[in-house]
T-cell receptor
Framework: NAGVTQTPKFRVLKTGQSMTLLCAQDMNHEYMYWYRQDPGMGLRLIHYSVGEGTTAKGEVPDGYNVSRLKKQNFLLGLESAAPSQTSVYFC??????????????FGPGTRLLVL | GQNIDQPTEMTATEGAIVQINCTYQTSGFNGLFWYQQHAGEAPTFLSYNVLDGLEEKGRFSSFLSRSKGYSYLLLKELQMKDSASYLCATEGMNRDDKIIFGKGTRLHILP
């Protein structure tokens, strides 16, 4: 099993450009998450999904959109990149069985630099 | 809402013991996670506490006091590879409650 994978691993964008980050998991998990991690800020939740076809806003959703068309994939889109979106983006997934201990399994991260 | 506090940085010596504290204020608390994150890598699961008390797992142990809103991660026989950030995270009671992460404690191990 590959676990959680993310593409690309690194990207440089100019202000105003758009891009999509792809997250894929092969663990048949229901729940998927997108976080950003900045120095001194910890992990902050952008959007999450509790199942195929569903999405919900997290703590810092502005400037991002997501889609969960297939259970195994969770896409994060930046329509018009801004320098403030320079960050490391982590995708995670969890079982989502409705009980406690939703242990999250993280992808390796995508490092995004917006100039 | 949920608020989590943990020290920003700590330093310890190889072979020693270190305790990383985490306090939280939350509505609808269910359980608490500890994750380890090496520099430039993804967080990985260490432990989960839902009941009061100490859970031991090899060199790492995690403690929870629900009434005090307090947890700690205890690392024994420190090794250089334990140099990492340690993230405390709380879990809500409802199915759709998100896990909230603290800002993490960066642990430096000195030889």
């Amino acid at each position: 099993n590959a676990g959680v994978t993310q593409t690309p691993k690194f990207r440089v964008l100019k202000t105003g450009q758009s891009m999509t980050l792809l997250c894929a998991q092969d663990m048949n998990h229901e729940y998927m998450y997108w976080y950003r991690q900045d120095p001194g800020m910890g992990l902050r939740l952008i959007h999450y999904s509790v199942g195929e076809g569903t999405t919900a806003k997290g703590e810092v959703p502005d400037g991002y959109n997501v889609s969960r068309l297939k259970k195994q994939n969770f896409l994060l889109g930046l329509e018009s990149a801004a320098p403030s979106q320079t960050s490391v983006y982590f995708c995670a997934s969890s079982y989502g069985g409705g009980t406690a201990q939703e242990t999250q399994y993280f992808g390796p991260g995508t490092r995004l630099l917006v100039l | 809402g949920q608020n989590i506090d943990q020290p920003t940085e700590m330093t310890a010596t190889e072979g020693a013991i270190v305790q990383i504290n985490c306090t939280y204020q939350t509505s609808g608390f269910n359980g608490l996670f500890w994750y380890q994150q090496h520099a430039g890598e993804a967080p990985t699961f260490l432990s989960y506490n839902v009941l009061d008390g100490l859970e031991e797992k090899g060199r790492f142990s995690s403690f929870l006091s629900r009434s005090k809103g307090y947890s700690y991660l205890l690392l024994k026989e420190l090794q250089m590879k334990d140099s990492a950030s340690y993230l405390c995270a709380t879990e809500g009671m409802n199915r759709d409650d998100k896990i909230i992460f603290g800002k993490g404690t960066r642990l430096h191990i000195l030889p």
